[in-house]
C-alpha cells in the first residue's frame, strides 16, 4: 500500500494500490487530489551501512603516532603495522584520503623506527670495543668496554 500526503494540510495517509493515480478524498480535510506516491521520508529509509571510514580515521591517527614515536625503538613498528591494518580497510571508503595518508605515515613511521633500532645497535657495538691505548702506552680517559 502506497503512502500518500494531502497537498492541502499534509496529512499521511496509505491507499490501495488500484487507487494510485485517481482521485482521491483526503479524510482530514475532505479535499480531492490525484493520488501520487509520497516520496519516502528519513525515518523511513534504513540506517546507512558502514563503509569503513572508522578504519581510515584509525589508521590516519595510528600513522601519526607511528611518526612520532619512532624514536622510540620499537613503539613505531608496533603503531605502524596497526595502522597499515586499517590503511587497508580504510582504502573502500569515502574517505579514501585518509587512508591513504595514513598508510604513508605508517611506512614512513616503520621505516624510521627500524632506523632507529639499527641506530642503537650500532651505537651500542660501537661503544663495546676496546679503546686502542694512546701511542704513548697510557690510557685515555673513560676508556673502559661495557662488556
Known amino acids: 500500500m502506497p503512502r500518500i500526503e494531502c497537498p492541502a494540510c499534509g496529512e499521511p495517509d496509505r491507499i490501495a494500490d488500484r487507487d494510485v493515480g485517481r482521485e482521491v478524498e483526503c479524510r482530514r480535510c475532505r479535499t480531492a487530489f490525484f493520488a501520487e506516491p509520497a516520496l519516502p521520508r528519513l525515518d523511513d529509509r534504513r540506517p546507512p551501512q558502514t ?33 597499515l591494518l586499517a590503511g587497508f580497510g580504510g582504502l573502500q571508503s569515502r574517505r579514501r584520503g585518509a587512508s591513504v595518508a595514513g598508510l604513508v605515515l605508517s611506512v614512513a613511521g616503520v621505516i624510521l623506527s627500524l632506523g632507529a633500532i639499527a641506530f642503537f645497535f650500532a651505537v651500542m657495538s660501537a661503544v663495546s670495543k676496546p679503546v686502542p691505548p694512546k701511542p704513548d702506552g697510557t690510557q685515555p680517559p673513560f676508556a673502559r668496554t661495557f662488556n
Open 51 to 83: 563503509d569503513g571510514s572508522g578504519f581510515a580515521g584509525w589508521s590516519l591517527v595510528l600513522g601519526i603516532g607511528s611518526v612520532l614515536t619512532s624514536w622510540l625503538c620499537g613503539a613505531g613498528v608496533i603503531f605502524g603495522l596497526g595502522g
